[in-house]
């Protein structure tokens, strides 16, 4: 029998969608070796996820594709909730740029997945092993064991230090692995139709809570536009997609059906759905492997990256040696339950198109412009504050005391405006972070509250330092590129910055690579954070993370 041919990895992934392919790119960033491991050769060319939110887009300014992402994408797309009548509820244009980009934009995943593997080409150490189909997954206590197909049916075997199941929510490793994907079915199907030449004057996504069939639809770039019409009881769905029934369900809603292009016409059903554990061992799920929702809040993909985010540094600082490899487990505490809520959120839009009693949907809308008569209500809205905000209470981060507060900015992402470097750049602030973690500190040099043993593992662990200075503050430029450290300067030209640190007492951040913030403190407690820090991820400490957060210090704020 001909022995299979072999691949050894530091990171296999199994799954080249945009998940995937997000976590190869960070982990080729990180330098790590990877094979991504997809059953198909080409991408599918046609829409799927259309909605790419603030936090998604920092996560590719992080592999430096933000601005090819932006290149083929309509940002800024207002959101509209339609009455039954077909009244605007609610045209939702949040303003803010929080984490340095706009919260709605507007893409086509093909063209996001394109961008994705092209920027793969950067890192030699990662290969795509395309058109190569798993088999079977195996684990032991040393290693993960892939056993591929490749494109000839020939028999491959990939040996991986840790694996990235990113294959979609019909998860071959999940199934394998016995993991249950808990919650539900929804009972009622979609139609989906999109057509590449749009008829419509509508650059806005409507959710249209018409009883009589609720519908989406969607302006794409590059003149595409979507529908999506919800099924009612009886109806046959592969009847649905017929020419004549496509038709039909468009006649309404453009001047003349029978004149689209139609490119896609598919019937969705929609799950509400969570693996009840993400990490196995040496594999982590990512993506519709580890959670499935509705389209309606447009944050499948968007919670997808989050994961690969997230999980792409913790396995890059394990098989590099600069962590434990424990810190896998809080993988699965950050992102789960995060994963959860993006569910209910999703459900709870759902809840507000779909009635199909006339009673009913009158009644919500009554509700619903009730409630935005309060300008408080109205703006929470608007501004789209109802999207939960990832904030992570367990997991890679320092809260003093170890009690978690409302107030306290740990286990949330950092903010992201734009700051001045020493030489009259303009940059996000994320550009002058790097790759993995740093030590930023307004209105004062982190490294001068550091001793020599603190100032090692910072800098094992491969450390940013930063010093935030005020703009215009005193100095000149000439003094402010000269340092007696290694920290880069930057001014905060806005004074954002100084509000944000006001705002949480403290003047030194420890700022993670997925740009999550780990531990807020005042220099005087640096050394006794970075003690703690060190107890949480280093190779050498087996402490538990409870007991790090013990030895933080409480401020008097804090305690009274």
Not at 6 to 24: D, F, I, K, L, S
Not at 146 to 157: A, F, K, S, Y
Not at 229 to 243: I, K, Y
Not at 485 to 499: A, F, K, P, Q, Y
């Amino acid at each position: 029998m001909t022995e299979p041919v072999e691949h050894r990895t530091q990171v296999a992934v199994v799954g080249a969608g945009p998940v995937g392919a997000t976590v190869a790119n960070y982990l080729g960033l990180y330098g790590v070796r990877t094979l991504l491991i997809d059953r198909s050769e080409e991408i599918v060319d046609y829409p799927r996820a259309v909605g790419m939110d603030d936090e998604c887009l920092r996560s590719f300014q992080g592999i430096g594709l933000a601005d090819e992402m932006l290149a083929d994408m309509i940002q800024n797309v207002p959101l509209r909730m339609f009455a039954a009548n077909g009244f605007c509820l609610a045209d939702i244009r949040p303003e803010t740029k929080e984490y340095g980009w706009p919260r709605r934009n507007i893409f086509m995943q093909q063209l996001a997945e394109r961008t994705l593997r092209v920027g793969l080409q950067r890192y030699p150490h990662v290969r795509p092993l395309l058109g190569h189909e798993l088999v079977r997954v195996e684990q032991d206590g040393t290693e993960a064991r892939l056993h591929v197909r490749d494109p000839q049916g020939d028999h491959v075997l990939v040996r991986a230090e840790y694996v990235v199941a990113a294959d979609g929510g019909r998860s071959t490793v999940r199934e394998q692995l016995g993991i249950p994907l808990s919650g539900d079915t929804h009972p009622r199907k979609w139609v989906v139709i999109e057509c590449d030449n749009d008829p419509l004057d509508a650059p806005y996504t409507g959710l249209h809570g018409d009883p009589k069939r609720p519908y989406v639809c969607l302006d794409l770039p590059y003149n595409y536009r979507r529908w999506e019409f919800m099924l009612f009881p009886g109806e046959d769905a592969e009847a649905m997609l017929r020419p004549e029934k496509v038709r039909e369900l468009l006649s309404g809603h453009v001047p003349d059906p029978t004149a689209l292009n139609i490119i896609r016409a598919r019937v969705y059903t929609h799950h509400s759905r969570v693996a009840d554990r993400f990490v196995d061992g040496r594999i982590c799920l990512v993506g519709d492997a580890a959670h499935l929702m509705p389209p309606w809040a447009g944050q499948g993909m968007n919670t997808g990256i989050r994961d690969a985010t997230n999980v792409a540094w913790k396995l890059a600082a394990v098989v590099t040696g600069r962590a434990h490899s424990r810190i896998l487990a809080t993988y699965d505490t950050e992102r789960r339950e995060h994963a959860k809520t993006m569910v209910k959120l999703s459900d709870a839009l759902g809840r507000f198109l779909s009635p199909t009693s006339t009673t009913v949907a009158r009644a919500r809308d009554t509700l619903l412009r009730g409630l935005t008569v309060a300008p408080s209500v109205r703006d929470w809205v608007i501004q789209m504050r109802f999207k939960p905000v990832p904030r992570y209470s367990e997991g890679i981060m320092l809260h003093r005391h170890g009690t978690v507060r409302k107030s306290s900015p740990a286990g949330r992402m950092i903010i992201q405006p734009r700051v001045e470097t020493a030489e009259g750049r303009v940059l996000p602030l994320d550009e002058t972070l790097g790759e993995w973690f740093a030590l930023v500190g307004y209105g004062t040099d982190p490294l001068v509250h550091l001793d020599a043993d603190s100032r090692a593992f910072w800098d094992r662990i491969g450390t940013r330092y930063i010093t935030v200075v005020e703009s215009r503050s005193g100095r000149s430029r000439t003094e402010r590129r000269t340092s007696m450290t290694d920290s880069v300067t930057v001014e905060d030209i806005d004074g954002t910055l100084r509000d944000w640190f006001a705002q949480h007492q403290g003047s030194v951040a420890v700022v993670r690579p997925d740009r999550y913030l780990a531990a807020l403190t005042e220099p005087r407690d640096l050394a006794t954070v970075t003690d703690a820090f060190e107890r949480l991820v280093a190779p050498s400490r087996s402490t538990e993370f409870k007991d790090a957060w013990r030895s933080m210090p409480v401020t008097e704020e804090e305690a009274s």
